[in-house]
């Protein structure tokens, strides 16, 4: 999740932690903190999450929010890359 969008949650505190994040571009990222035990709502479900807080750059177009295949198979995801399309059942 974007450090952006992180302040945008009044009672947000992240975690601090010594986390190493490597890209796909060969960099090294330290993330400003955890998030522990967000619950996330997709349709009628509700699941708890935690999200790593990443300083980016902001995009006015997307907010980027990264789900790690933890996540994604407690909410038993299919993913339609051809369609570009995201659905848990």
């Keep these: 999740m974007p450090l952006s ?14 986390m190493q994040l490597s890209l796909a571009d060969r960099s090294i990222v ?4 955890i998030l ?17 807080i990443l300083d980016m750059e902001e995009d006015r177009e997307v907010e980027p929010l990264l789900l790690g295949r933890p996540f994604l198979a407690t909410g038993r995801a299919l993913i339609d890359v051809e369609m ?5 059942r």
């Design 5 to 18: 969008m992180m302040k945008k949650i009044p009672w947000a505190v992240a975690t601090p932690t010594k």
């Design 30 to 33: 330290h993330p400003h903190g």
């Design 36 to 52: 522990h035990d967000v619950l996330v709502r997709v349709a009628e479900l509700v699941f708890p999450a935690d999200f790593v």
């Design 84 to 88: 570009g399309g995201l659905m848990l």
